[in-house]
């Protein structure tokens, strides 16, 4: 079994080109595909925010419930001005393409490397929740997490490898069942809370003492920030939808803005049950069990729903994690295709998905899970800061359109490089949204890189600019490449000459390199074998060998060069260098390598590489064409040695 | 700085091949250098011995004494077989060598995968040993050993690969600084053991009951066994004397063998005398302190005399793994000469030295330091047993050459493959003692690998006769691939014939593939562009960018395959492949693959490798013959694009 059977088993067969199809989805499937990375968020959002609040004591817990409600109106303010974008860009406006679209090569860089980091963050976090949701309930495997959360990682990158499209179906039952199951569970507690139907009342659970007691003035609103900080993690997938407006059955523009809208309301419904439950019962983040587990366990007890909504935690968080799948690959392609990421990266697989994206993508975040031992906590100062970054590029330059869309007469359209704009009357109150939205989320991440600067944000606030910049020298690479081998400028009398003159370097006479002298003599008059020697043997062999061909070897001269080192190749090298630049200054002058290769496993390494390291050599020289001639030993050809010499 | 200089500073200058000389030794340095592995042994051969009676309470220590004469006893009867050896092969008398020359190619691949597989054990257990001796000295070092033995593996090998000769002096010191050091304290131990000249008794440790009491009949004589066998660590290195006579100053055998006995004396003395006074004081064997170093305490005190002994049993611990670095990277280039091990094992580096051995016995060691965490005692199941083997191989070839000189009359001579015999009036009573040796080896072998067959032996036990199995491997390769190239048989007609075809892969017409283009014109008149479009608009860009070099293009014939998956490679190949058997079968055809090479730093990342995926497809087609034509873009060519085309 080889490696291409190998590939076909796991991969599948290869589909062809033109088989691509874009899958339109209905509303509520669009929900569930694009809803899971910010509902799923629900499983870590409220405990990010009260891990920061619990140094005050329990007593700060009560203001769990405001940041939510804080975290909520940004989460709406977002969505709403999201809706311009997806109005306005149909085919599809990330932050990236909103971006160059506005504000030029800067800041869509800016945007692109920010959105790439946390799609990476997207996967680790997701993939770690979702391992958690699995111990909370399972605490036997708490010590094999790490190595569930990698499997996890493996089994989503080869589903994804094999091109599962973002098939409605299989997201949309996790999705909505784990949005049933937390609103059951919602409304049990507020029954309980509230006493109705004269329900058992809710556990209040014992307070803790607060670490930090005095803290006043600046101290304390610097944790409220903190841990509002903590709570934006609740924000991160919400722009996927603006990026893929065409996976939307028409009108696609409309239909995705009211799914939008769903899904902010739903996330955030979520998410100020969950954070009002919590708050009522007094609960306390642990290690071991997350507020969603232990919310879960103390209103409905260990019944069928609290496996239910555990069971759906998970598989929601893997799903969360598979949206990653998508968007940084495409994202990566997009850059790719202007140049700025290895131009492999829109390379499409044999099933017509970016398998480069897919496994850069699944290589780094398999790297933070271990690097962070799949603790999603950790890993959460890391975590939403690239997206809010996004979204501030992202709501600026839709600032920057809508100023273009005033300056329209009615009746009157423009094209701007990606999407066309038409007259809107109320251009200004859209405009006034958008800096709002922009100010808004700039201020939020300077408040996340503030507040979570010393935990772990540096890295993103470093990581952020480098890639930029990386971005840009990659681009600036293929650009003089570009130019090089353009022709536009090129006069057909510009190529240089090829010089009459072979090389052939030979360690000795055998079958192989009487091949290569044959060849060599077919390509010119000046051929020349050169050997080095490196003893007086030697020296004397190889001329006696020569001799004995002198049919073949007529007309060729024999240059030996004696040589007092061991290291061959480098007089070698030096007299082709020689040759190209005391004899054919500015010519093509030709090399012939005799290669010996066998099929036998492991036979390859019996050998000195000379060959191979020669031409690896002679690459970097600009003016030297290198011909392998190749002697191919098989094992069926080696026993009596007659039949290896080519004729059958 | 790149690579070279690094070795530069490193390693040194070259060395040429002519500067090689042989150093002769004197006996007094011969002498330190050959016995620096038999008498480092010293430092843990009692300790080898006790370790195993131990379990039958102090009491049985008192065995240890009987054992180590019995020991003495065996090295002495192993020094006058080797005597002989040193006489009739006065180059160089390995086991390897022996045994080809009397036994046949099975013993001699026996000898040398037994000794391989010790040299390497040489290395791990003396630098774990002389680590143990700093350790003992200094506790605090204890939890750093691992990490100080590979530091010291990293050192020895530097200093080899720099190619420091055997310089008898620096090896001189140590050597005798330790028998100096040691016999002191042997003698003052005695003083005080006997009590003369009024000097303090030894001090009586208390006894440690037995963990196994009822230990009678066989279990008590498979305990003395295993004792014995722990023992028989003291005779690896004896044999290093046989292989290096050419280092000796003439009369080379002579001195070789005076220089034989003393070693065996010396180093007997040594394991006799600290079995002695370990016995007497009741020593017992711990981890954290050598058997050496306690017995030295309470002789001397942890006086300067105590940190005189531990420095130089690290100091000649350190040598003695030296010598693997002599013996190892000898006996593989034997091996690779004969054809039994890759042929660059006798590659000689820029010193001279046999770089590759050197590598590949410095990574097997530091392996096996890892594995057994730098823990000689660990390691010691799994030595000896390799030299144990080839004393007996080597001493059973001895009397097959004994036999031979029998055959012999009076004045007569006869050659051997390796060496010559001449008439020896007593030849029958060496033979005797040769076949005494074997037998009595032979028995002990069996011993060592019966009685530590678990605790390790069974590696090794297993390993050499799968290292015989790759020799044997190896060598039919080498067979295989000589009968292959081998023109003795050949006439020059029967070289293959190269067809007038040549095939250019192209993706896109630039100044790379326009040079490959006119590369291949002067080679033939049927020349084909092949370009594999993947769409319609490839397909015509191709079809335009063609027509405006209509003079380059003239005469070839542009050939374009539609093709609709990513993977273009599988085309492009099958097109070759149809070429090749179906239009010119068993010609030679040409395929010039345009390849354009940047020198920026990870330039080569940024795109596809193509080219390099085709070449080594192309490699394992046997009659296909691959001309690289590149396009170098240095970043000095790239500002403009217009220096670029090869013309300055």
Tied chains: 1, 2.
Excluded at 330 to 337: E, I, T
Excluded at 462 to 486: C, G, K, N, T, W
Aim: charged share 15%.
């Amino acid at each position: 079994m080889n490696l291409t059977t190998v590939k076909r088993v796991l991969i599948g067969e290869p589909f062809p080109s033109s088989r691509e199809v874009h899958e339109r989805l209905d509303k509520v499937r669009a929900l569930a595909v694009f809803a899971s990375d910010p509902i799923s968020s629900n499983a870590y959002a409220t405990e990010a925010i009260m891990h920061v609040l619990i140094v005050l004591g329990s007593g700060a817990l009560s203001m769990t419930l405001p940041l939510a409600m804080a975290v909520a109106g940004l989460v709406l303010l977002v969505v709403f001005s999201y809706i311009q974008t997806i109005m306005h860009y149909p085919d599809g406006g990330g932050a990236y393409t909103v971006a160059k679209d506005n504000l030029g090569r800067l800041p869509s860089l800016l945007a692109a490397a920010a959105l790439l980091t946390d799609y990476v963050l997207t996967v680790s976090v997701s993939t770690s929740a979702g391992v958690r949701a699995v111990t909370s309930a399972v605490p036997e495997l708490f010590e094999y997490r790490l190595f569930i959360a990698l499997f996890a990682i493996a089994v989503i990158t080869w589903i994804n490898l094999r091109g599962v499209r973002e098939s409605g179906t299989i997201f949309a039952f996790p999705t909505y069942a784990f949005v049933g199951g937390v609103m059951v569970v919602i409304v049990i507690g507020l029954i309980r809370y509230l006493g109705l139907f004269g329900a058992e009342p809710l556990p209040v659970f014992r307070d803790v003492v607060p670490k930090q007691k005095d803290a006043v003035g600046f101290v304390y609103v610097w944790l409220l920030l903190r841990a509002f900080a903590g709570g934006c993690t609740a924000l991160t997938g919400i722009e996927a939808i603006s990026n893929g407006v065409q996976a939307f059955k028409p009108p696609e523009s409309k239909n995705a803005a009211k799914t939008m809208v769903a899904m902010g309301f739903m996330a955030m419904s979520l998410f100020i049950g969950i954070s009002f439950l919590a708050t009522a019962m007094h609960l306390i983040p642990e290690e071991e069990e997350s507020i969603l587990s232990q919310m879960t366990r103390h209103v409905a007890g260990t019944s069928v729903l609290y496996y239910w909504v555990q069971t759906f935690t998970a598989l929601i968080l893997f799903l969360a994690a598979n949206t990653g799948y998508q968007d940084f690959p495409r994202l990566s392609s997009f850059l790719a295709k202007d140049g700025f990421m290895p131009r492999w990266m829109q390379n499409r697989g044999d099933r017509l998905v970016y398998s480069m994206g897919i496994l850069v993508l699944a290589g780094l975040s398999s790297l933070l899970v271990i690097i962070f031992q799949a603790d999603e906590i950790a890993m959460l100062p890391l975590y939403a800061l690239g997206v809010m970054l996004s979204f501030t590029l992202s709501q600026a330059g839709m600032s920057r359109l809508m100023q273009k869309v005033g300056t329209l007469k009615p009746g009157e359209s423009m094209k701007t490089s990606v999407t066309t704009i038409h007259y809107e009357p109320n251009w200004h109150w859209k405009r006034r949204l958008n800096i709002l939205g922009a100010t808004v989320t700039g201020i939020v991440f300077i408040v996340l890189v503030a507040t979570k600067f010393l935990e772990g944000a540096w890295i993103v606030a470093l990581l952020i600019p480098l890639l930029v910049l990386l971005f840009d020298r990659i681009h600036r690479h293929y650009e003089r490449v570009a130019a090089a081998l353009s022709t536009s400028q090129m006069q057909e009398s510009e190529l240089v000459e090829v010089a009459d003159v072979v090389i052939v370097p030979i360690a000795d006479v055998h079958k192989g390199t009487l091949r290569a002298l044959q060849y060599a003599k077919r390509l010119s008059r000046d051929v020349r074998a050169v050997s080095i020697s490196t003893s007086p043997q030697m020296h004397q062999r190889i001329e006696e060998r020569w001799k004995r061909f002198p049919k073949l070897t007529e007309g060729i001269r024999l240059v030996i060069i004696d040589y007092d080192y061991r290291d061959i190749l480098n007089p070698l090298v030096e007299y082709i260098e020689r040759v190209n630049h005391e004899e054919f200054p500015d010519q093509l002058i030709t090399v012939v390598v005799p290669e010996f290769v066998t099929t036998e496993l492991g036979g390859q390494f019996l050998h000195n590489q000379t060959a191979t390291i020669l031409r690896m050599r002679l690459r970097y020289m600009k003016d030297v064409v290198v011909i392998s001639v190749p002697y191919l030993i098989s094992e069926k050809d080696m026993p009596n040695g007659r039949r290896a010499n080519g004729r059958k």
